[in-house]
């Protein structure tokens, strides 16, 4: 009986057990699916896609076609997939589908395989894609470059493109079957070439060129149509129109040419019968061409000729469209794209809006450090301030109402003078004990005064002047136009006397010597002269890396000599490096490239590595300082090299190391001393009680809108809204009647450059004030372009100067950085311009 009972347990166990686990092993092979169709979409890109968008459309922007050779299919780009539909439309089935974005497909001569350009192997890349999906092969490699506008030669061997990275993008001729391609186009080295095209005579490449990738506030006539010829290699120019040409379409017989083109504000399509060189308007306006940016798409949209040469399909207007090149009538293809696009994480931040009674400013300025060593000078939104080193207690010195910059020290350490500027006063020079006390003017005619120094016996100082109205009439952040002089006065103040005219001169400085005064001159580098302007002098130029193109780096913006010569601190970019300054070596100032400091013409030692402003050498030559955000940096010149001796050592180590158990280590590099300078304000709060009412309100609360509402506005707060007599209002509130007003919540740019003038500041930028009277109330800079919005930020937040609300990045890290792959450094360099970690907190 037992025996029975325990098998009937056995069965009924295993009954549960049954029942337990087919539940669980169908739900491993439904995650094992879902994981297979991740990794599907993911299209082996690190990012996971986590939402999809599943949605119909009919329209489109941006939209890139071919038609098929035989005329039955077009295919297109739609949402970073490819699409096929019938000739006639209809309903798109996609070719691809993930997380790459596929995009400007061209259909082979064939019509059996596609040619586009995908992201799918973390970078740009032409690829072709059979036209059943069965065989994708990547045609190009690398990960670096950027590719546009890929196109099938006749014949269906090659495929040219245009390839961009480094310098400007050239056409490119690549074999499907692989290598690694072959540059068609060279000279001129600034001219960018894209958009290749064939006609009947396959001897001839069309292609649109411009000058430059891009131009601020472009005329619209950027590009213009070349040919390029394959068998003589020679370049010919086929168009000079005011509006540009681009995009250039060629009709398989070879009689017609269509292009892109701007007239006044609006983009075109113009064809050109090639028998006989006739013109005129095919279709405007269409979709807004891209010639003022970098056209990373081309700058319009790929388009084609029917295999009858009758009729061009395009798109504009969010459409696709055949456009007779009789003129008549263009005709709408109608399509429908059922859009499954995977898509990452949300990516979602708050900004908070900070209340807090004070704040600590951003972005310490102008670092001059005392003759000693122990104090340094510095400004902070347009004031002048003392700190004992490192990290001591600041103080604000005696000063006029004005905006100062510029501070530097006398050799006796007694005395500091620096420059201002007001709308009363206009600009001058003054000085003031190193304890804030005898505060003198010493200039006795106003004028654009920027960077005083003192003659190293303290008798003279030296400045650069400028008449007053180069800053009073700029309008944007560059102020010192036009003429400028090299001056120097009495240490008492006094007349002032010209040593020589000058123009692009920075950074007048001495070395222990009162011979001669040595400046910065831009496009030639460092220089000096005596004091009468006699005996110019140059000494030496620095250029950082060319970033792979041809021709020289950039130059240095600043090179300083060492008070001990001969040193001298460059600054290219944002890095600062100290170069020797060699001796006899001719007239001719010897040119110092800094892009590998290890294989520099002379001894070179690069001391940052997220960059670094306002650097200035310590009294003794052995220092240097600079700023960054508000954080001072001193680097030892005489630690720094022990520090590389001894760097040198473990590098041998490591070699015989790696020798016996192939580990890798990585030595630290020498890291400057870092400390904060933290100074406090008071942050512009209002306070009180104020209505708005009898206002239109458009509410941003869905589609409501308040034809005849209130607003009850306490402090910095909108504490309520509604229909006029439905919020209370408390006694005592001020009330201000806005009927007949429309009031909407202030527009948020999320792309603002309100550049202010840079160095010298301004109590009050136009900028700033024109913004917020059109109801911007808060602006985002993605680029600032230099670190001078963080002082007019701080303005802002202190309620000295009008503006909206500043959020930025601070200034941009370009290639030339040589930051390509240092996330972390980026990042430092992020912090430290935002008032956040210090170095030796960073991970």
């Known amino acids: 009986m037992n025996r029975i009972f325990d098998r ?21 092979q439904q995650e094992e699916e879902h994981i297979e169709e991740t990794d599907l979409l993911r299209e082996g890109l690190p990012l996971t896609p986590e939402r999809m968008l599943k949605r119909s459309f009919t329209e489109g922007s941006w939209i890139s076609l071919d038609v098929s050779p035989d005329g039955e299919m077009i295919v297109f780009d739609f949402l970073g997939d490819l699409y096929t539909m019938p000739f006639s439309g209809g309903v798109a089935e996609p070719v ?157 017989d070879g009689q ?37 940016s970098r056209a990373a798409r081309d700058a319009y949209p790929g388009m084609s000729f029917t295999p009858d040469s009758r009729e061009v399909v395009t798109f504009y207007d969010g459409k696709l469209w055949r456009v007779p090149v009789d003129g008549s009538n263009p005709t709408e ?11 990452g994480p ?89 304890n804030g006390a005898d505060l003198e003017r010493l200039t006795d005619q106003p004028a654009f005064y920027t960077e005083p120094v003192w003659s190293p016996n303290g008798g003279r100082i030296v400045a650069i002047r400028a008449p007053s109205r180069t800053y009073e009439e700029a309008l944007t952040q560059n102020v010192q136009g036009g003429s ?48 009468d302007g006699s005996d110019r002098r140059e000494h030496v130029q620095v250029r950082g890396a060319n970033n792979g193109g041809s021709g020289p780096g950039p130059a240095a913006s600043l090179i300083v000599m060492s008070p001990e010569e001969p040193k001298a601190l460059a600054q290219v970019g944002n890095q600062l490096y100290v170069v020797t300054v060699p ?36 009294y003794s030559g052995q220092e240097v300082h600079w700023a960054l955000g508000n954080a001072h940096f001193v680097y030892d010149l005489d630690a720094g090299g022990r520090f590389a001796d001894s760097l040198d050592v473990a590098r041998g180590s490591e070699e015989e190391d790696e020798k016996e158990d192939g580990v890798d280590s990585e030595v630290d590099r020498y890291k400057p001393e870092e400390s904060r300078i933290q100074i406090e304000f008071e942050r512009d709060i209002p306070n009180g009680l104020v209505a708005l009412t009898g206002a239109r309100i458009i509410t941003m609360k869905g589609n409501e809108i308040l034809e005849e509402g209130d607003i009850l506005i306490r402090d910095n707060r909108i504490e309520s809204i509604g229909p006029s007599g439905s919020i209370s209002i408390p006694d005592g509130t001020e009330l201000l009647d806005v009927s007949g007003k429309t009031i909407v919540p202030g527009f948020v740019d999320t792309h603002a450059h309100l550049r ?85 907190r960073q991970s």
């Not at 192997?121 to 950027?146: F, K, P, Q």
């Open 583 to 618: 001796r006899g070596v001719g007239v001719d100032a010897p040119t110092i490239s800094v892009a590998d400091p290890d294989r520099a013409s002379f001894p070179v030692s690069q001391l940052t590595d997220i960059g670094g402003q306002f650097p200035a050498w310590g």
């Open 256 to 292: 017609w040419l269509v292009y892109g083109s701007r007239h006044i504000s609006e983009t075109g399509l113009r064809i050109r019968d090639l028998t006989n060189g006739d013109e005129r308007w095919l279709a405007f306006p269409v979709q807004r061409d891209d010639q003022e």
């Open 8 to 28: 009937l347990g056995i069965a009924l166990l295993l009954l549960v057990l049954a029942a337990t686990l087919q539940p669980i092993a169908i739900y491993a």
């Open 756 to 840: 202010g003038a840079f160095n010298v500041h301004r109590s009050q930028t136009w900028s700033y004030a024109a913004n917020l009277a059109y109801g911007v109330t808060t602006a985002r800079d993605p680029q600032t372009g230099s670190s001078d919005v963080l002082t007019y930020e701080d303005m802002v937040r202190a309620g000295r100067m009008l503006g909206p609300r500043i959020y930025s990045t601070g200034q941009g890290v370009f290639s030339g950085e040589g930051s390509q792959g240092r996330a972390e450094t980026i990042f430092r360099l992020f912090r430290h311009q935002n008032d956040k970690d210090v170095w030796g």
């Open 96 to 252: 691809t589908q993930g997380m790459a974005f596929d995009g400007q497909p061209r259909f082979s001569p064939d019509g059996q395989s596609i040619a586009f350009v995908s992201d799918r192997s973390g970078g740009d890349a032409v690829w072709t894609i059979s036209l059943d999906g069965s065989d994708t092969t990547r045609i190009t490699r690398g990960e670096t470059s950027s590719y546009q506008s890929p196109e099938w030669t006749p014949d269906g061997d090659y495929v040219v493109a245009t390839k961009q990275n480094p310098g400007q993008g050239k056409l490119w001729m690549y074999h499907r079957k692989g290598g690694t391609g072959v540059q068609l186009i060279e000279e001129p080295d600034d001219a960018r070439t894209m958009g290749a095209a064939f006609g009947a005579n396959e001897r001839y490449i069309w292609y649109a060129r411009r000058t430059g990738t891009w131009q601020y506030n472009s005329p619209g006539r950027d590009y213009q149509l070349w040919t390029y010829d394959r068998e003589s290699g020679t370049n010919s120019n086929q168009s000079g129109r005011y509006g540009g040409a681009f995009r250039p379409t060629l009709s398989p």
């Open 484 to 531: 400028s002089d090299l001056v120097w006065l009495p240490d008492q103040g006094g007349s002032v006397s010209l040593i020589s005219q000058v123009s692009g001169l920075r950074k007048p400085h001495f070395t222990k010597s009162q011979q001669r005064i040595y400046a910065f001159q831009t496009g030639t580098g460092l220089i000096s002269m005596r004091w």
């Open 346 to 434: 949300e990516v979602d931040f708050d900004y908070p809006v900070e209340d807090s009674p004070t704040f600590i400013a951003k972005q310490v300025r102008d670092i001059a450090p005392s003759p000693n060593g122990e104090q340094i000078a510095f400004t902070v939104m347009g004031d002048l301030y003392v700190t004992s080193t490192p990290g001591g207690d600041s103080r604000r010195l005696s000063q006029p109402d004005a905006v100062t910059s510029m501070p530097a020290w006398s050799p006796d350490g007694e005395r500091i003078v620096f420059v201002t500027y007001s709308q009363e006063e206009g600009g001058h020079l003054y000085s003031v004990r190193s």
């Open 333 to 343: 293809i109608p399509f429908r794209v059922n859009a499954e696009v995977p898509m």
